[in-house]
């Protein structure tokens, strides 16, 4: 296999862990987590079989504890470290007409107060990135003033990115819409980069593969992005309507190799690039232990398919106009099985074969299912 996937690294949400669900029910399941020391237990197991999800990223309030250095030593026991920290500007009353953007500079400031609360979590975590998601926006013409709310936004960024320290990053991440249906305040990665340019080389984008409109051309906004300098992150699922938060590579596997293609092309694999890979998935229907390692695992095979790309033989068909010559170049390596090939990857490395297999016959689940009864089981909002 090709020596790059060794600098795979795929990060995984505390969040994914917890019980979650539609606009009309949350589901509970046996031996879902209570506390997040609990989250990065069953994180790290999926580490221990994929060996490819070395940290766990954290959501303030969500994950918040009274002692983030302990916290930070309880993942290192458990073979994994604390990643980015995501902060939460959407689940508070004062938030309802905007957090960051809002015309009120009180709520502004309370939002802002958030954040640096954010980063001194990171600190105390060691975090590199701290990544921000708004849900400001407005539902009906005339609602809110566009031009407005954007210098608002900037002006609050701003303030949030002269706090950070030398070594860490602001990712602003974006959606086209949800929970705002007019206008979201952050919709698309035009806005995204031009509200990170403005501040500095550290602030950089966060790529949500389903913050999309339908039949967007996401392998193209990555390029792009990379061209830039300003990829920063990815936020990996799996859309088939709307921000569905599915399996990564379940609607559209050609659509995830199509988007590793170009991540491996512009360097996005080089640990220099600072791209940072994660989950972000909310599993309502399926046990979320394997769901997370089913989309690790979807990521790798796509990634392993696009290392096949033969480049010096698609450049050639490019420059010579040789459109199906190209194209069938990419659909050679797309259709190529490469599910043996990485089954003996892992177990040169000393991993499981069949990482799926090992979680189900490991034990594990029916063992968290035994010992986590009792308690408030997280979810969304804990």
């Given at each position: 296999?090709?020596?790059?996937?060794?600098?795979?690294?795929?990060?995984?949400?505390?969040?994914?862990?917890?019980?979650?669900?539609?606009?009309?029910?949350?589901f509970?399941?046996?031996g879902?987590p209570?506390?997040?020391?609990?989250?990065i237990?069953?994180?790290?197991?999926v580490?221990?079989?994929?060996g490819?999800?070395?940290?766990?990223a954290?959501?303030?309030?969500w994950?918040r504890v009274?002692d983030y250095a302990?916290l930070?030593?309880?993942?290192r026991?458990?073979?994994v470290?604390?990643?980015t920290?995501n902060?939460?500007?959407f689940?508070?009353?004062?938030?309802?007409f905007g957090s960051?953007?809002?015309?009120?500079?009180?709520?502004?400031?309370k939002?802002?107060d958030h954040?640096?609360?954010c980063?001194?979590?990171?600190?105390?975590?060691?975090s590199?990135d701290?990544?921000?998601?708004?849900?400001?926006?407005?539902?009906y013409?005339?609602?809110?003033?566009?031009?407005?709310?954007?210098d608002?936004?900037?002006?609050?960024?701003?303030?949030?990115?002269?706090?950070?320290?030398?070594?860490?990053?602001?990712?602003l991440e974006?959606?086209?819409?949800e929970?705002?249906?007019?206008?979201?305040d952050?919709?698309d990665?035009g806005?995204?980069?031009a509200?990170?340019?403005?501040?500095?080389e550290?602030?950089?984008?966060c790529?949500d593969?389903g913050h999309?409109?339908?039949g967007?051309n996401?392998e193209?906004?990555?390029?792009?992005?990379?061209?830039?300098?300003?990829l920063?992150?990815?936020?990996?699922?799996?859309?088939?309507y709307?921000?569905d938060?599915?399996i990564v590579?379940?609607?559209?596997?050609?659509?995830?190799?199509?988007?590793?293609?170009?991540?491996?092309?512009?360097?996005g694999l080089d640990?220099r690039?600072?791209v940072?890979?994660?989950?972000?998935?909310?599993?309502?229907?399926?046990?979320?232990?394997?769901?997370?390692?089913?989309s690790?695992l979807?990521?790798l095979e796509m990634?392993?398919?696009a290392?096949l790309v033969?480049v010096?033989?698609?450049?050639a068909a490019?420059?010579?106009?040789?459109?199906?010559?190209?194209?069938g170049?990419?659909?050679?390596?797309?259709?190529?099985?490469?599910?043996?090939?990485?089954?003996?990857?892992?177990?040169?490395?000393?991993?499981?074969?069949?990482?799926?297999?090992a979680f189900?016959?490991?034990g594990?689940?029916?063992?968290?299912?035994a010992e986590?009864?009792?308690g408030?089981?997280?979810?969304w909002g804990?």
């Amino acid at each position: 296999m090709h020596a790059l996937l060794d600098e795979l690294r795929i990060e995984l949400p505390s969040w994914a862990f917890g019980n979650s669900g539609t606009r009309f029910k949350v589901f509970g399941t046996p031996g879902t987590p209570r506390t997040v020391w609990e989250k990065i237990a069953d994180a790290a197991t999926v580490h221990r079989v994929t060996g490819l999800a070395p940290t766990v990223a954290l959501h303030i309030p969500w994950d918040r504890v009274d002692d983030y250095a302990a916290l930070a030593a309880h993942a290192r026991e458990h073979g994994v470290a604390l990643g980015t920290i995501n902060s939460n500007t959407f689940q508070d009353d004062a938030y309802k007409f905007g957090s960051l953007t809002h015309v009120d500079a009180t709520v502004r400031q309370k939002a802002i107060d958030h954040h640096l609360d954010c980063i001194e979590v990171m600190h105390q975590t060691g975090s590199r990135d701290l990544k921000i998601w708004l849900a400001d926006g407005t539902n009906y013409p005339g609602q809110g003033d566009i031009r407005g709310r954007q210098d608002r936004l900037a002006a609050s960024l701003a303030t949030i990115y002269r706090h950070l320290g030398e070594d860490q990053r602001m990712v602003l991440e974006y959606k086209f819409f949800e929970p705002a249906m007019y206008m979201t305040d952050v919709p698309d990665w035009g806005t995204a980069y031009a509200q990170v340019s403005a501040l500095g080389e550290r602030a950089v984008v966060c790529l949500d593969t389903g913050h999309h409109a339908p039949g967007t051309n996401i392998e193209f906004i990555v390029a792009q992005l990379l061209r830039l300098g300003k990829l920063g992150s990815f936020d990996f699922n799996s859309r088939f309507y709307a921000d569905d938060d599915l399996i990564v590579g379940a609607a559209d596997p050609f659509q995830l190799f199509r988007i590793m293609f170009e991540v491996v092309r512009g360097g996005g694999l080089d640990a220099r690039s600072g791209v940072a890979l994660m989950l972000d998935q909310c599993h309502n229907v399926e046990a979320k232990i394997p769901g997370q390692i089913r989309s690790v695992l979807n990521v790798l095979e796509m990634t392993a398919r696009a290392l096949l790309v033969d480049v010096d033989g698609l450049v050639a068909a490019q420059e010579a106009g040789d459109v199906l010559g190209a194209n069938g170049i990419v659909m050679d390596a797309f259709y190529t099985d490469v599910r043996p090939a990485l089954a003996q990857w892992r177990t040169e490395r000393g991993l499981p074969a069949d990482p799926m297999r090992a979680f189900a016959e490991s034990g594990y689940q029916q063992a968290i299912d035994a010992e986590r009864v009792g308690g408030t089981q997280s979810s969304w909002g804990a």
